[in-house]
């Protein structure tokens, strides 16, 4: 398949981003590939239209800074491969993506999904349950609760669960009631400050941009991945002791890895040197954390003045679960995705996306947004801060067209990856070839993935 806006479904999405992201009209995109993923929702159109609406923005740079505008040509069926994993080891596997007890459990009255890779989310949960470290036991204890009040009495200890909704459950609820009031990207203008793309080239448009990395699982580091592809020097920084062992070599591709402790003082006053010689600031922090860091939007602002700061939420940023933990399978949860899911398949469980696309389809969108931040400093002199949501962008996909029939696209095959492996931090691996292709513009990463930590946490 090979055409100018995909199906409509995909025009659709890409037409509501691209209005969010600049409100500009949508310039012809190239869609190649075939297939979708298997989903009541249009997800592989969601993948297309996120990773059209990133190389849209960046044409859109590459025009201010340049004076041409190259072509946008976007591989729906890598795509969709790229929405569940770019990274195929050679003699070394990965971790499994999920620890012993996370997953869906029923209750008295329902369904409820449990997040516990995080040793601390498993502890709170277990805590709650008094329930040892074992699949059967927590079944057995989950079981007694009512769904609504075991996710809150887990999240009020401090961990991560989500009991399934309904789509009019949740537009009935306070928080999706407060979701579908926001826009899919909230801006705010910046103050006056450099533009950073003085080391730009034409075919490497983000080369010397200095891009500072808090993100951690899965959509910031997408769109930190993004960047880096394009040239960006991106700087991402943990906690100390903080693993992300299945992720990490799938998204620190191209990155400098450091660990830094920001409630330390000497670790604060370093992140602060370093955001002062920033160009842009993506986190993905609950709206509260950096605040309680002395690390505010005003701060942050004065440090960096013209800085292009992107935030990540999961449940939105307004309404009573503003400051909730949450992640993609939690999201899918609440919003009433995996609920339908159950329904139209006539399962007696519930049936969530084929992949993580709320977390991939966001990543690409806060790519778009800080691209678009950077083109309105290049133009305006001013920065700019984008806040999007998991659950925003959930929103974006229930509202969408229902997918065409389509066969599910076939594995990957060999001629999908790059012809010579990637030397990351754990052994060789094949990468994908990247789904997006701008004329004249290289996607390439000039440091293979590794390990969190590895790096030292300055410019």
Not at 58 to 72: C, K, N, T, Y
Not at 173 to 185: D, I, K, R, W, Y
Not at 361 to 372: D, E, N, Y
Not at 387 to 412: K, V
Request: charged content about 20%.
């Amino acid at each position: 398949m090979a055409n100018e806006m995909g199906t409509p479904a995909f025009a659709a999405i890409l037409d509501t981003i691209r209005y969010a992201i600049s409100a500009a009209t949508t310039p012809p995109v190239r869609v190649t590939g075939a297939g979708a993923l298997p989903s009541i929702y249009p997800v592989s159109d969601l993948a297309a239209a996120s990773v059209a609406a990133a190389g849209l923005a960046l044409a859109d740079l590459v025009e201010a800074r340049f004076g041409r505008r190259p072509d946008v040509t976007v591989d729906r069926r890598l795509a969709a491969f790229w929405f569940a994993r770019s990274l195929h080891p050679r003699g070394w596997d990965l971790p499994p993506p999920w620890d012993p007890v996370a997953g869906d459990y029923r209750t008295v009255d329902g369904w409820i999904r449990l997040h516990t890779n995080a040793p601390h989310h498993r502890d709170a949960a277990l805590s709650v349950l008094d329930a040892p470290i074992e699949r059967e036991a927590v079944a057995a204890a989950v079981a007694r609760w009512r769904a609504d009040d075991l996710e809150g009495a887990v999240v009020a200890a401090g961990g991560c669960a989500a009991a399934m909704r309904s789509p009019e459950a949740w537009g009935l609820h306070p928080q999706g009631a407060a979701v579908a009031l926001e826009p899919l990207v909230a801006w705010e203008i910046g103050e006056t400050g450099p533009d950073g793309l003085a080391a730009a080239r034409a075919d490497r448009p983000l080369a010397g941009l200095r891009v500072l990395d808090l993100t951690r699982i899965l959509a910031g580091p997408v769109a930190t991945r993004v960047l880096a592809g394009f040239g960006a020097t991106v700087l991402r920084l943990d906690p100390p002791g903080w693993e992300e062992p299945s992720l990490v070599p799938e998204t620190t591709l191209g990155k400098a890895c450091a660990r830094l402790d920001l409630k330390e003082p000497a670790g604060r006053a370093r992140f602060e040197d370093l955001l002062a010689a920033a160009d842009v600031l993506v986190h993905g922090y609950r709206p509260d954390a950096l605040v309680r860091l002395g690390l505010d939007a005003a701060t942050r602002a004065r440090l960096r003045p013209g800085l292009v700061d992107v935030g990540l939420d999961a449940y939105g940023w307004t309404g009573p679960w503003r400051g909730r933990r949450g992640f993609d399978s939690l999201v899918q949860m609440s919003c009433g995705l995996a609920e339908a899911g159950m329904v139209r398949a006539g399962a007696d469980r519930p049936v969530p996306l084929p992949v993580q696309a709320l977390d991939h389809a966001t990543g690409m969108l806060m790519a778009a947004a800080v691209l678009h931040g950077l083109t309105r400093r290049l133009t305006t002199g001013r920065g700019a801060t984008a806040r999007l949501s998991l659950a925003r962008t959930a929103a974006l996909l229930a509202a969408a067209p229902s997918p065409l029939p389509e066969d599910a696209p076939a594995a990957p095959n060999q001629a999908d990856f790059a012809a010579a492996p990637e030397p990351t931090g754990w052994g060789p691996a094949l990468r994908l070839h990247p789904p997006l292709a701008l004329t004249g513009v290289a996607m390439r990463w000039d440091r293979p993935a590794g390990p969190l930590g590895a790096a030292a946490p300055a410019w």
